[in-house]
């Protein structure tokens, strides 16, 4: 009697389980904070540059022959898209996703794609850090692996207007030399007074 109360016990738990769907959802993170903004400008590296459009699409490469090798794109200037990826997240495969939880980029230049696994590689190449918060408004870290982990890190190229480099210049050569004070100094010594 017993046997047989487990028996049926253990055939409806089976049975139960099979009629519902109860494995969770393979989804990629979703942080419950506002998506940051598309990457727009030029990121550069020592293999290249990066320009995105700021639209979270287009974007405008230069990359050397060596970069491309790996990557498996054409060298030199291209046109095309990207989209960042979650990485393998089975049955789904990638899936989109905002590039601060990003694991991967795909990039597409005339009609061909490359997934590049994004990631940071530790100096003794054996490790490399990947996944939420790797990529951010002003870094995008391509890793490889070739007997060793290692990264090509594009940073964001920030430019100083010549009229604030010359401003500011002008200000420091100003107080330097006891000259009349310019611009910004005028601003707090009338404050002050």
């Known amino acids: 009697m017993k046997r047989a109360f487990l028996f049926l016990l253990s055939l409806f738990l089976c049975v139960g389980c099979s009629l519902f769907d109860t494995e969770p959802e393979n989804i990629p993170y979703e942080p419950n904070t506002p998506a940051p903004a598309p990457h727009n400008g030029v990121f550069v590296s020592e293999h290249g540059k990066i320009e995105f459009g700021g639209d979270g699409e287009t974007l405008r490469y230069d990359l050397d022959e060596e970069l491309s090798g790996w990557i498996g794109l054409p060298a030199g200037e291209q046109e095309g898209t990207y989209v960042f990826l979650s990485g393998d997240l089975p049955p789904h495969g990638s899936m989109p996703v905002r590039y601060d939880t990003a694991h991967e980029i795909q990039i597409t230049v005339n009609g061909q794609s490359a997934t590049i696994q994004l990631g940071i590689a530790a100096e003794d190449g054996r490790t490399a850090s990947s996944g939420v918060g790797t990529v951010t408004t002003t870094r995008i870290p391509m890793l490889f692996h070739d007997n060793e982990f ?16 010359f401003f500011t210049e002008a200000d420091r050569i100003a107080q330097r030399s006891g000259q009349q004070k310019t611009g910004c100094d005028r601003r707090q010594s009338a404050s002050a007074g």
């Open 150 to 165: 290692f990264s090509v890190v594009f940073r964001k190229e920030i430019r100083y207007s010549v009229e604030h480099f």
